[in-house]
């Protein structure tokens, strides 16, 4: 390939050798400028930008290695090629040109076919370094596109994410503003009966494609717990989105709590992420909550199971969930943070309150750097009114509501097994504007009725089996084997809307096909401190206007009025 | 470099031809640039040895025998050399011979180019 025509600098002082020079270089096709010295050269240089400088090492005025110096200066990033012309021999002189910025040598007298071949293999070298910043700065440009992209992206997830409570005040957590992009996800949403949803999730890969996952699966995680939805409902419905739309080989490892502060349990389900920790406050005991199902998004519907355990927890029982960025987080030496840390960390805590920031102190000491890649977050069981929970914001769509029907529904052994009517109910009743402040109480009877009537019954389970976590243990344990293999029974729900002239009122009967209970003998139990059950029913008489039981035991009746003024007052407990 | 030939000849024809070659048209322009140079350093190189002035000496003994062996004209390049080297070892008392020297050289040297030169007028 033959040298393009290049516009090439000689600056030498003797007028025959400059002439003899530019007449070789000219004819080799190029545009030659000529200065006599230095001075003249790092001006012509500034002013015309040769690609290529032929320069003699010693001249008045200003040497060539000054000169030399100089215009590489000028020339900054870009490669312009210095050749000395020299008739220096001694190793000493040869290196000052180098050390001046030149890249090669000509000696005298002017070999042509030499100075041809120089200016050649000079130009290929220019050229080179003319592509290698052109590339870096094409890479520059792309990388600040995929930073843009990413702070897009983070912006209406942002959004998507906003309705969760993470601030809540039992919650306390540990995540990089951009975890997203590293796959993790942390959610948590308040349940309308008072509960509160905790998710953490961490998808496979990075940058957008482990972020996209997150968006789908906040929608469903946000929009079911708001509509009542379970744990049980829930988690089917984010594997089975997450399998449809995410390729193969993505999916995300994930662990949800569902904490119920009135009924003092904690529902778990872990599926791939390492061990997350229920602490107990008094005792300093320690449970893992081990991992016991495949991570979201690989089991296809059919075989996906959302069976959860249930713990019992007493107030300032914590529970600890953590990402595999804590364990893998490596210091200098490049060893693990790894388990036995996190154990020791378990091992001296004597405080309960402050096991969350002894963790993060021993994570930074471990490794100065700054954590981005930490997923941590610690769920305690407080009293709920330490809570500020914001009230539940239902759209207010239509002024016309329906103020004057009745409606009974009877769902039946086979429905019990798998669906829970329970959001159905609610959204129903929500259909009349008056209630929808009131929405809170009314899920809270609706579940604390429906779980009383499918479990004591339909299901037969005696509630005093759950006095200790053993029994807790035992009894949920009964009951998932009850309903999977339940041939008979109903739960009845009788929904009676009526107007009043002062405003209206909603009488709700629920009724079981169960043996029934002794009502005189119920209303007069006392709760006994500690006793895990007998809180539900203590719960509806607190809530609802009216609390009656039918005489045979096996229905229970509840009102709930409202007067037309008022904008509902508060009685929703949560 | 002029390097030493068996023969030290004033003036090497080969290179005269390849520099009548490239220069073409120009050939007797380079020559009257030469010979006009070259007058100029040896007053410069006299000034020099009556100043004493061992550094400027040097300098103008090195260029001096860049265009020299750029010409082809080998002795009066070796000479320069010579010339040179004394001037870096600051021995300027043994100078004046080979200036002498220098100047009947290329006295030589401008006859040789003057008569390239008039068969290419």
Redesign the interface.
């Known amino acids: 390939m033959s040298t393009a025509r290049l516009t090439i600098l000689i600056a030498e002082d003797s007028a025959a050798d400059r002439m003899l020079l530019s007449t070789i270089v000219s004819r080799q096709g190029h545009r030659v400028l000529a200065a006599s010295n230095g001075l003249e050269a790092l001006a012509l240089f500034q002013q015309e930008r040769p690609q290529l400088v032929l320069m003699d090492a010693m001249m008045p005025v200003m040497d060539g290695f000054e000169a030399a110096r100089r215009i590489k200066e000028c020339a900054g990033e870009a490669l312009v090629p210095i050749i000395f012309l020299t008739s220096l021999t001694e190793g000493e002189a040869l290196v000052r040109c180098l050390e001046a910025g030149g890249d090669d040598f000509l000696a005298k007298p002017y070999n042509r076919i030499i100075l041809e071949a120089k200016i050649k293999a000079m130009d290929r070298l220019r050229r080179l370094q003319s592509t290698v910043l052109q590339q870096r700065d094409l890479i520059a440009k792309h990388n600040e596109h995929l930073l843009t992209e990413q702070r897009v992206a983070k912006a209406v997830f942002d959004k998507v994410a906003h309705s969760g409570c993470l601030s809540a005040a039992n919650i306390r957590y540990m995540q990089s503003p951009y975890a997203l992009f590293n796959g993790d996800l942390l959610l948590a949403a308040f349940k309308p009966s008072g509960g509160m949803h905790v998710f953490l999730g961490d998808f496979t890969g990075h940058g957008l494609p482990a972020a996209i996952g997150a968006m789908p699966l906040a929608e469903v995680f946000y929009g079911m717990t708001a509509k009542g939805y379970s744990m049980a409902e829930i988690l089917p419905e984010m594997n089975s989105k997450l399998k449809r739309i995410l390729p193969v080989g993505v999916f995300c490892c994930a662990t949800m709590l569902n904490l119920s502060f009135q009924r003092r349990v904690v529902e778990v389900w872990c599926g791939g992420l390492p061990d997350g920790y229920l602490y107990r406050a008094a005792s300093g005991e320690r449970v893992a909550l081990v991992s016991r199902h495949l991570p979201l998004g690989v089991r296809d519907a059919a075989s996906f199971d959302s069976h959860c355990e249930v713990y019992p927890l007493v107030l300032g029982d914590r529970l600890l969930l953590l990402s595999d960025g804590l364990l893998e987080t490596c210091n200098e030496q490049g060893q693990a943070f790894a388990e036995e840390r996190l154990l020791a960390v378990f091992a001296a805590n004597r405080q309960a309150d402050r096991l969350f920031a002894e963790i993060q102190q021993s994570l930074s000491d471990f490794s100065a750097e700054a954590q981005d890649d930490v997923s941590m977050v610690e769920v305690v069981l407080v009293d709920e009114a330490a809570l500020n929970r914001p009230p539940l914001d239902y759209s207010a769509h239509g002024l016309i509501s329906p103020n004057d029907w009745s409606a009974s529904f009877e769902f039946r052994a086979q429905t019990l097994r798998h669906f829970n009517p329970l959001p159905f109910l609610l959204q129903l009743l929500l259909e009349v504007q008056a209630l929808r402040s009131q929405a809170g109480a009314l899920y809270s009877v609706l579940a604390e009725l429906y779980s009383n009537a499918l479990e004591h019954g339909v299901l037969g389970l005696d509630s005093a089996l759950k006095r200790d976590a053993a029994g807790f243990a035992r009894y949920y344990s009964e009951r998932s084997q009850r309903l999977a293999v339940l041939e008979q029974g109903y739960v009845r729900f009788h929904l009676q809307l009526q107007p009043e002239p002062a405003g209206g009122r909603l009488l709700l009967r629920v009724e079981d096909s169960g043996g029934g209970f002794d009502p005189q003998a119920l209303l007069g139990q006392t709760l006994a401190p500690g006793r895990l059950s007998g809180r539900g029913l203590e719960l509806v008489r607190r809530l609802a206007e009216r609390c009656s039981y039918s005489a045979d035991g096996r229905g229970i009746c509840v009102e709930f009025c409202w007067s037309s003024q008022a904008a509902g007052d508060d009685r929703f407990g949560g | 470099?002029?390097d030493d030939q068996g023969s030290d000849m004033h003036v090497d024809n080969h290179?005269l031809n390849?520099?009548r070659e490239?220069?073409e048209d120009?050939f007797a322009?380079?020559l009257d640039?030469?010979l006009?140079?070259s007058d100029e350093r040896l007053r410069l190189l006299r000034q020099a040895q009556a100043q004493g002035d061992a550094q400027a000496m040097r300098?103008a003994a090195?260029?001096f025998?860049?265009?020299c062996?750029?010409?082809?004209a080998v002795l009066l390049a070796g000479l320069c050399k010579q010339l040179e080297d004394l001037a870096r070892r600051e021995q300027l008392d043994d100078v004046a011979a080979l200036l002498g020297h220098i100047e009947r050289e290329f006295a030589i040297v401008r006859i040789l180019f003057k008569s390239e030169r008039q068969r290419y007028r």
């Open positions: 470099m002029a290179v390849a520099l490239v220069m120009e322009l380079l640039t030469f006009s140079d300098m090195h260029s025998k860049g265009s062996s750029n010409m082809g």
